[in-house]
Every structure is written in C-alpha cells, then in structure tokens.
C-alpha cells in the first residue's frame, strides 16, 4: 500500500535530494519525492515515523501530520514550483493553476490559507515572486525588462511598484546593496 507523507520546508531540490537520502538511510524507498510531498510504497510503523521526524526535523524540516497543515504545503510548494521552477508561467491565473494543482475549490484553499497562515495566497504568491526577482537581480544576468518578461509582469513599472511596495527599495537600490538580503523560501 503506497503511503504519501507530507514535509514542510522543502522548497529546493538540494532539499529533496535531502530528504530522499534520509529516507533511503532507514530504508524506505521512495517511489517519488517532489517539493512537500513523497511517496512510498509501504506503510510506516510509528517507530519508523517517530525515527523518520527526528531525522527530518535534524535537517530543519517537519512531518506534517495535520490535514490542514498538509494543504498548506502543498498550496506553498505549488507556488514555489511555479514561481521558482517554471520558465514562464502559465496562461491560467493563480486561483485556477492551485484548484487544478490541489484538486479542490480556490475559495475553500483561500480560507483556509489565510486563518492558517494570516496571510492571503495572492500575499504569499507576491513575496515569493519579490524573492524570484531578488535572486534573478543579484544573478546579474537579465536586463528589469527581461525579468519582468520571465515572471510574466505587465510592465517593468509594476515589477518596480511591487518590487518597492514590500521591500521598501527600488530594484535598483536593491542592486546596489552589497550584502545578501534575499530569504530563505522556507521564511516566507
């Protein structure tokens, strides 16, 4: 019977590297391991889950045991995913891409996001795409217009505007600084 296990704080691919050698350490096999989410094919004992959370929360993650908490993973690995793996995002908007992702209503993972969090989905979607930004600035390889263009922004003065509006810096102040103020996608 295939056991699905969901892990807060996976945000990276060193991260599920992470996690699926951690697992193949106490030899359970992972059939997948994706962003907040990994598949086996057996059945935990609660000496192997208590084993497997110690060994997780070591390496600064945690088995999520809660419904709720699970979804809410799930909704921040999918923005992750599709903010900070996806070349171009998709011609769908966030609401659709998440209830076709979750399989389940929008409003349903809205309410429920938000009293969880205390943060809306669409604030959350905006501070992971700000640290996209920070990361593709600091890279120093693509032009404002050319970032703008790959995050699918309208225009270079609303990346400005939203790039300003929470970090309290212009991408160009932001550029000049010197030292890293980029955060972990795990602290958002």
Do not use: W
């Amino acid at each position: 019977m295939e056991t699905i296990l969901y892990i807060k704080n996976m945000v990276c691919d060193r991260c599920k590297m992470a996690v699926s050698q951690t697992l193949q350490n106490l030899s359970l096999h992972p059939l997948s391991v994706e962003l907040g989410e990994v598949h086996i094919s057996n059945t935990l004992t609660d000496e192997q889950k208590a084993t497997l959370r110690n060994r997780l929360e070591a390496l600064g993650f945690e088995l999520l045991d809660d419904r709720r908490q699970q979804t809410i993973e799930q909704i921040k690995s999918a923005i992750i995913k599709l903010v900070h793996y996806t070349d171009s995002n998709r011609n769908m908007n966030l609401s659709d891409y998440l209830a076709h992702q979750l399989h389940s209503d929008y409003s349903l993972l809205s309410k429920l996001f938000s009293e969880v969090t205390g943060l809306t989905i669409e604030r959350y979607y905006i501070m992971q795409r700000i640290e996209r930004v920070k990361e593709l600035i600091k890279y120093d390889q693509q032009s404002l217009t050319e970032i703008a263009n790959l995050l699918d922004y309208s225009s270079v003065a609303y990346l400005s505007s939203q790039f300003k509006s929470v970090t309290g810096m212009t991408p160009t102040q932001f550029k000049a600084l010197k030292k890293n103020t980029r955060k972990g996608l795990d602290k958002i």
